[in-house]
């Protein structure tokens, strides 16, 4: 296992550039395989979990190279639908289940272990299933998760909440499913429209993505395309709250701002200006910041991946702010660890509630944090930045999964962030 021991007090500066959006890639993947011809994905991270997908689709027998952010799929010669010998791998990637999409379109069913990620909620997958079925699909969810069909019909689906997972995986299926099918009350995320744009570009005739109603008019074929991911909207509030938090003048390059509004708009709340163009954000930040209180949504509400990060600015705010969890059932228990370097947090019984009251510094000096899931662990990180002394953050395969050369990027830009093996040391 390997943790990170980061020297705190440095002030960042110069610029840092944003890669592919995760949560776009990974079901612009499993959209590539319902064709039998060659996509190539430019702007592609190179992170832990875009591996573990490629190494589940060459395992079925696609073949990939992916090489400098381009990533190129031959799907043609997938020939397994059983991916009952993999559980390991399903078990470590959520989005795994997006290959139950794409079987019940080119292969008319597939079976699935159950899907991994990160221990933040019950992740429940009963709105893709119930959506399978409102297309036709026999659905056996057990141990392993068997989808089956003579053939999708489009049909009308509600969803009873805008799920991201949900919708990008009911429009994999559709794409090929006989007739229209609508998604009602669907997720509005940019990933969401990320997906739809590379699904079109392959001949899927998607309209509405990005507002809450879709309509997908299911065609015979889809061939293969090029396309360029675009970028990540947490990696990019990421890096914008790390500039604030110690207090940096840093430009974020390579970004769409409008995707970063709900942001924005509380690092308004509390003081921090920010300055936008086409495709660069700038923050310049000077404390004192004012606390604030931040509830979780859908987008364009404020991004619940983002939550787990900016508490670092609320926890060196003046006065009390208050964080709701709406999304994930237990996505606040990463406070706890913060303690420990001097945060003072309380989290209420509904452990979907809590209020944090600023203190003057941080202290990580011989402290030792445990990371528990990716976004925590993009917090822990930011508060060792802007603490006293020399603090070891365990367990970072967490966040390897999602951020692309983590610790060179903040380096880059003045911070002392070493990678170590916990083995070695
Ligand atoms: C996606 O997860 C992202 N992951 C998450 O990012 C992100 O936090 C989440 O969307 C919300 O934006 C990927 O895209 C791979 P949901 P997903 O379906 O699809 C409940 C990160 O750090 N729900 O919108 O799992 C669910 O339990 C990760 O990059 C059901 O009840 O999110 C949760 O409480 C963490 N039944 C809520 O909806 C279902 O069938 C939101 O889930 C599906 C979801």
């Given at each position: 296992m390997e943790s990170y021991l980061i020297e705190g007090g440095h002030k960042l500066s110069g610029e840092v550039s944003i890669t592919g959006a995760k949560n776009a890639v990974l079901g612009i993947i499993a959209a590539a395989c319902l064709s039998d011809e060659v996509s190539t994905i430019e702007?592609?991270?190179?992170i832990q979990d875009v591996y573990k997908f490629i190494e589940i689709i060459k395992r079925i027998g696609a073949k990939v190279q992916f090489n400098n952010n381009v990533l190129r799929i031959?799907?043609?010669?997938?020939?397994?639908?059983?991916?009952?010998?993999?559980a390991y791998n399903f078990n470590k990637l959520?989005?795994?289940?997006y290959l139950l999409g794409t079987f019940l379109g080119r292969f008319n069913g597939g079976k699935v272990p159950r899907p991994g990620g990160c221990?933040?909620?019950?992740?429940?997958i009963n709105l893709h299933l119930d959506g399978f079925r409102q297309l036709g699909a026999k659905v056996d969810d057990n141990v392993m998760i068997t989808v089956k069909s003579s053939g999708l019909k489009g049909g009308d689906i509600l969803l009873e909440f805008p799920s991201v997972g949900a919708t990008i995986n009911l429009m994999i299926a559709a794409s090929l499913a006989k007739g229209v099918t609508h998604i009602s009350n669907a997720a509005k995320e940019p990933h969401i429209v990320d997906v739809a744009n590379f699904l079109n570009r392959m001949g899927a005739k998607i309209r509405g993505?990005?507002?809450?109603d879709i309509t997908i008019t299911g065609v015979d074929k889809l061939h293969g395309t090029e396309y360029s991911v675009i970028p990540d909207q947490i990696e990019t509030g990421t890096y914008m709250i790390a500039a604030a938090a110690t207090e940096s003048d840093i430009v974020i390059k390579n970004t769409i701002p409008i995707h970063m509004k709900s942001l924005i708009d509380v690092f308004k709340q509390m003081g921090i200006p920010v300055e936008t163009n086409e495709d660069e954000i700038y923050v310049m930040a000077k404390r004192p910041f004012k606390a604030v209180q931040v509830s979780t949504a859908p987008y364009?509400?404020?991004?619940t991946d983002l939550q787990q990060p900016l508490a670092v600015l609320m926890i060196l705010a003046d006065g009390q702010s208050r964080i709701k969890e709406?999304?994930?059932?237990?996505?606040?228990?990463?406070l706890n660890e913060l303690k420990k370097i001097g945060a003072k947090a309380k989290i209420y019984d509904d452990k979907k509630t809590a209020t944090i009251d600023g203190v003057n510094e941080l202290n990580g000096d011989e402290v030792e944090l445990i990371t528990p899931d990716l976004r925590a662990g993009a917090a822990l990180v930011i508060a060792a930045l802007v603490s006293d002394g020399t603090t070891r953050i365990k367990d970072i395969h967490y966040i390897d999964r999602g951020y692309e050369d983590f610790e060179e990027k903040l380096n880059k830009l003045g911070a002392k962030v070493a990678r170590l093996d916990d083995e070695v040391v």
């Open positions: 702007n592609v991270p190179h031959d799907p043609k010669g997938i020939n397994q639908t059983d991916c009952s010998d993999q959520r989005a795994s289940y221990a933040i909620g019950d992740r429940k993505a990005g507002t809450e364009p509400g404020f991004p709406n999304i994930f059932e237990s996505r606040l228990g990463y």
